[in-house]
């Protein structure tokens, strides 16, 4: 069977007509990855030596990257030894993913087309994650969708989501019209590979669109309990379209050396705030990016345009820290 070597001298054997990042997962070494079909494009990497196969369509994978030989870890399968230009993540080793019972412990109207749910699991079945992961719900009718985790690990052990209303989605019409206190649901989790990588820079950037703020919050929460010489200075970006979609006001986070930015792309008149968008507020916000680490989450316009315009600007590739909200009813 063909062997896979990352960066870091790691390898791991690959089982025909199974892909790399499925692969890594069995053999116990966790590469970055988000939504695992494609489409969101955090697995890439680049095959310095060695041939592989497409299984699924790398719809995430631009065609100007995929010139200079990456492929994306979650489509492509190793028909040959290979190197790749990856490293595994220590972090995640002792994180196991595995299905838990929760019931909600309440709902919260935030918006019209915003709420937060707050799960509870059983005291002796709690799971256990890094703050900026997320989890898969399993609803009515075997439904399945995606969100984030929107708090660090709490002594209680309850999670909390933030979730955004889908015109016509199947699962949002549970959500928001027949969800009750105390409903019995299940989740899959934690999953992906979003979290704050140690040891922190010396400046953290922050982005989000939309509820992308929820796993922010998170690793904001973790974050404001460390020691204050380890602290960095944080700058925060969240952007919205409309007034009425502010659900919450990032500047109560309270975490030390936060500063926040909100922006809406299509504000009333009476707006007087900032305009635009984030990733160009980054820019003209800052010009240095040496000591910097990025983390970016929401919709996938957003974390395309990031990536490409600050590694243009000079972030090195790996201090750029994703999860693209891919959508689904």
């Not at 595994?88 to 918006?111: C, F, N, V």
């Not at 929107?150 to 002594?155: E, G, I, T, V």
């Not at 019409?173 to 820079?201: C, H, I, M, S």
């Not at 974050?223 to 006001?249: C, F, H, T, V």
Request: glycine share 6%.
């Amino acid at each position: 069977m063909p062997h896979v070597l990352l960066r870091n001298g790691n390898r791991f054997t690959c089982e025909p007509h199974t892909t790399i990042l499925d692969n890594a997962i069995s053999n116990k070494i966790a590469l970055e990855h988000s939504c695992k079909n494609g489409q969101c494009g955090v697995c890439e990497a680049r095959v310095l030596i060695g041939e592989t196969t497409t299984l699924k369509p790398e719809i995430g994978l631009s065609e100007s990257k995929r010139s200079q030989g990456f492929v994306l870890t979650c489509c492509r399968a190793a028909i040959s030894d290979l190197e790749i230009d990856a490293e595994d993540l220590p972090e995640l080793a002792e994180i196991k993913t595995k299905t838990y019972p929760a019931r909600i412990d309440s709902i919260q109207k935030l918006t019209p087309s915003i709420i937060k749910v707050v799960l509870r699991t059983p005291p002796s079945d709690q799971i256990k994650f890094l703050a900026g992961q997320y989890i898969s719900v399993i609803g009515p009718h075997a439904l399945r969708r995606s969100y984030s985790i929107a708090n660090a690990p709490r002594s209680d052990g309850k999670i909390e989501l933030h979730i955004k209303e889908v015109e016509g989605g199947a699962f949002s019409k549970y959500w928001f019209e027949q969800a009750k206190v105390n409903d019995l649901l299940r989740f899959e989790g934690p999953l992906g590979t979003f979290f704050a990588r140690k040891p922190l820079p010396k400046k953290l950037l922050l982005l989000a669109t939309g509820t992308g703020l929820a796993p922010i919050k998170a690793i904001l929460e973790q974050i404001k309990n460390m020691a204050a010489n380890e602290l960095p200075e944080i700058d925060l970006y969240w952007g919205s379209r409309y007034e009425e979609d502010i659900y919450m006001n990032p500047a109560d986070f309270s975490c030390p050396n936060l500063k926040t930015h909100l922006l809406l792309s299509q504000p009333s008149a009476a707006w007087a705030g900032r305009k635009g968008y984030v990733q160009e507020a980054t820019l003209a916000d800052h010009s240095n990016f040496k000591d910097c680490s990025v983390y970016a989450c929401g919709s996938i316009k957003m974390i395309e345009s990031a990536k490409a315009a600050l590694l243009e600007s000079g972030l090195p590739s790996n201090k750029f820290h994703s999860d693209a909200f891919v959508s689904s009813n």
